[in-house]
């Protein structure tokens, strides 16, 4: 059982530079989230999914884009990459009648640099 | 404007003892409240939530309170075990007719359990 993988976990990334931060889940699960942590902070929702081909953004979603074509996947596109993204980025997902007793399952993060 | 408050940075207690993790929130239309624990290098993991309809809710070794005329909920560790040593945030959501499950996190705090 997978449950949320994401890809890659570590990047530097140049500014300006572009990249897509994969996130895939196997749980079948209709919502799913993007939230960046910086330290000393709580996590910061980028974007949202409540099901495919549904998006909406979260508190922080400049400088990000997402798709959600299909329920498993939900990458989160960086366009010019700037010093302010350097973060830890986490994907998560639950299932709506989940969301209170269970919670989110999240990745592991990737962890990203612009330099 | 910070919704979700998680005041004391970091917490030590001895193993055995018990852990009072503390957090405030603004909102008064959250509907339901979780706990995570993160440990470095991983995503964050669901330890315990209750709905705003009760005043406690406890499995196992965690128990969390809420206090809803306060704003203030609480998680208890009991007894603190080395393995407890984490990040811990809590984490507020409405539910309701515009649920789509987002969380707003607080800061977190690094509770180190001493054997």
Known sequence: ?115 | DQQVKQNSPSLSVQEGRISILNCDYTNSMFDYFLWYKKYPAEGPTFLISISSIKDKNEDGRFTVFLNKSAKHLSLHIVPSQPGDSAVYFCAASGYGSSNTGKLIFGQGTTLQVKP
């Open chain 1, 1 to 115: 059982n997978a449950g949320v993988t994401q890809t890659p976990k570590f990047r530097i990334l140049k500014i300006g530079q572009s990249m897509t931060l994969q996130c895939t889940q196997d749980m079948n699960h209709n919502y799913m989230y993007w939230y960046r942590q910086d330290p000393g902070m709580g996590l910061k929702l980028i974007y949202y999914s409540v099901g495919a081909g549904i998006t909406d953004k979260g508190e922080v979603p400049n400088g990000y884009n997402v798709s959600r074509s299909t329920t498993e996947d939900f990458p989160l596109r960086l366009e010019l990459a700037a010093p302010s993204q350097t973060s830890v980025y986490f994907c998560a997902s639950t299932h709506p009648e989940g969301q209170i007793n269970y919670g989110y399952t999240f990745g592991s993060g990737t962890r990203l640099t612009v330099v």
